[in-house]
């Protein structure tokens, strides 16, 4: 049982279009990261929010924190190929532990 | 070292076979975890570390399962007796000190019970 569903589970879109995932849960926690994981390698941390209504950008990557500290987005600009990849938030709860959403495997098409 | 090592990268073992998957975080690191991952799925919770103390362990599916850290840096998590259901890759991360701080992981261990 995960704690954080993410939307949509596989997404798969054509170079160059835009994209939003959502991860949402019914916790609150007192930050969200988000990951990025490639084929049989550890996922990577890509930010850390920490604020509610927090908004932090990556290059063609946006990350946003609920006000509730409940939920997040990622949106990303302009795909690329090299976007490729499972892409996870996860939670921290109060005990130091975190916690992973169910992941979000996304294809950029050339 | 330069970062979290785990061994072996893959296993394979016959039902009813035990098990022992060795993660190294990176030195220095207080607080150490272990996930299970689905393909294709977000990594689930097993247990946590902080130096030797195993602080949660309420992700381990059962009694089956056992990790140990008994001197704050080297993990070993045990699988008695391996169930096909336990075929999962075995991801290990350690950070530096507890909360907001970032965690690396490991290239896990595959496992396969056949």
């Known amino acids: 049982t995960q704690l954080l569903e993410q939307s949509p589970q596989f997404l798969s879109i054509q170079e160059g279009e835009n994209l939003t995932v959502y991860c949402n849960s019914s916790s609150v926690f007192s930050s969200l990261q988000w990951y990025r994981q490639e084929p049989g390698e550890g996922p990577v941390l890509l930010v850390t929010?920490?604020?509610?209504?927090e908004v932090k950008k990556l290059k063609r990557l946006t990350f946003q924190f609920g006000d509730a500290r409940k939920d997040s987005s990622l949106h990303i600009t302009a795909a690329q190929p090299g976007d490729t990849g499972l892409y996870l938030c996860a939670g921290e709860g109060t005990g130091n532990q975190f916690y992973f959403g169910t992941g979000t495997s996304l294809t950029v098409i050339p | 070292g330069a970062g979290v090592s785990q061994s072996p990268r893959y296993k394979v073992a016959k039902r009813g076979q035990d098990v022992a998957l060795r993660c190294d975080p990176i030195?220095?690191?207080?607080?150490l975890f272990w996930y299970q991952q689905a393909l294709g799925q977000g990594p689930e919770f097993l247990t946590y570390?902080?130096?030797?103390?195993?602080?949660?362990k309420s992700g381990l599916p059962s009694d089956r399962f056992f990790a140990e850290r008994p001197e704050g840096s080297v993990s070993t998590l045990k699988i008695q007796r391996t169930q096909q259901e336990d075929s999962a890759v075995y991801l290990c991360?350690?950070?530096?000190?507890?909360?907001?701080?970032?965690?690396?992981f490991g290239q896990g261990t595959r496992l396969t019970v056949v």
């Open positions: 929010v920490v604020t509610g209504g």
């Open positions: 030195s220095g690191h207080v607080s």
């Open positions: 991360a350690s950070r530096r000190g507890t909360e907001n701080t970032e965690a690396f």
């Open positions: 570390f902080q130096n030797e103390a195993q602080l949660d």
